[in-house]
């Protein structure tokens, strides 16, 4: 059975960064295609950034490009997201999703991911 753990989450100013982890359990973590995808209450979820299994692609929204870097540890089974000059339109809460089964690649539509797990809260304050 495959489980996502997010942790890292917070309450930061404006300016500051975090980085969130995804610790991922079960399966074959290898081969999982991961993204970071947030949510604001009444809105929809949102693609943050994704990393093909291999690591060797990455994609991030426009909205974050040149703030954000995803990362992964195979041996830690673990996705990471960075995130750099936190603006209070960054608050949401941000889950991390894997699609297994699948080429390596990277995927913006979240409904592309099978698993997910239960979000971290980052509260950005201005």
């Known amino acids: 059975q495959v489980q996502l753990v997010e942790s890292g989450g917070g309450l930061v100013p404006a300016g500051g960064s975090l980085r969130l982890a995804c610790a991922v359990s079960?399966?074959?973590?290898?081969?999982?295609?991961t993204a970071w995808v947030r949510q604001t209450p009444g809105e929809e979820r949102e693609f943050v950034s994704s990393?093909?299994?291999?690591?060797?692609?990455?994609d991030y929204a426009d909205s974050v490009k040149g703030r954000v870097t995803i990362s992964r540890d195979d041996a830690k089974r673990t996705v990471y997201l960075q995130i750099d000059s936190l603006q209070p339109e960054d608050t949401g809460a941000y889950y991390c999703?894997?699609?297994?089964?699948?080429?390596?690649?990277?995927?913006?539509?979240?409904?592309?991911?099978?698993?997910w797990g239960q979000g971290t809260q980052v509260t950005v304050t201005s």
């Open positions: 990393i093909s299994w291999s690591g060797g692609s990455t």
């Open positions: 999703a894997a699609k297994i089964l699948s080429i390596a690649g990277t995927y913006r539509d979240p409904h592309e991911y099978d698993h």
């Open positions: 079960g399966g074959g973590f290898s081969t999982y295609n």
